[in-house]
């Protein structure tokens, strides 16, 4: 059955710093996997996804992506947080599995 | 191109009764999913549709139901409302050709009192 883990309910980061959400899932193939983020009271945005090929994968807002078959893992990566990054971030794999989030919060 | 639209923005209902919400999808995407977003349990799936039919259902009692028009449009309902049931109602629609990314509207606040 397809899952998706964040193991982080919820990170504070200062402005300017290197931020790393992780996202493990579990899934029988080779996997689709998205990140989402969500600012307060709205939808989700799509900020990046991997269906095959390159596992760096590049994304809106300066974010990326390294999918590790290995470590199931699909973590999201930016190497400076500004303020307007601060939302809940979610994972998702296949069609529809999304994790429980990570609300991210900048302290400037 | 239009986003995905959902109405009403705000709902607020009492307990016992029912309501409906409605779901405006990509102008060419066939496939409507909905979600229940709350603090404590997250996102949750509540069910697909895919040209009329429901193709997947997520885990939630038969007071939750849906429907999906020829024209793409999709409304949920809710029967019977508990107050547990106020949350964030989120759309999706996507092509629904294989596995695609879903575009998201603003959601619906419901609120059940």
């Known amino acids: 059955a397809q899952s998706v883990t964040q193991p982080d309910i919820h990170i504070t980061v200062s402005e300017g710093a290197s931020l790393e959400l992780r996202c493990n899932y579990s899934y029988g193939a080779t996997p689709y996997l998205f990140w989402y983020v969500q600012s307060p009271g709205q939808g989700l945005q799509l900020l990046l996804k991997y269906f095959s090929g390159d596992t760096l994968v590049q994304g809106i807002k300066g974010f990326e992506a390294e999918f590790k078959r290995s470590q199931s893992s699909f973590n999201l990566r930016k190497p400076s947080v500004h303020w307007s990054d601060a939302a809940e971030y979610f994972c998702?794999?296949?069609?529809?599995?999304f994790g429980a989030g990570t609300r991210l919060t900048v302290k400037p | 191109k239009a986003g995905v639209t959902q109405t009403p923005r705000y709902l607020i209902k009492t307990r016992g009764q029912q309501v409906t919400l409605s779901c405006s999808p990509i102008?060419?995407?066939?496939?409507v999913s909905w979600y229940q977003q709350t603090p404590g349990q997250g996102l949750q799936f509540l069910f697909e549709y895919f040209s009329e039919t429901q193709r997947n259902k997520g885990n939630f009692p038969g007071r939750f139901s849906g429907r999906q028009f020829s024209n793409s449009r999709s409304e949920m309902n809710v029967s019977t409302l508990e107050l547990g049931d106020s949350a964030l109602y989120l759309c999706a629609s996507s092509s629904g050709q294989g596995v695609t990314e879903a575009f998201f509207g603003q959601g619906t606040r419901l609120t059940v009192v």
């Open positions: 998702a794999v296949g069609a529809g599995r």
């Open positions: 102008s060419g995407h066939r496939s």
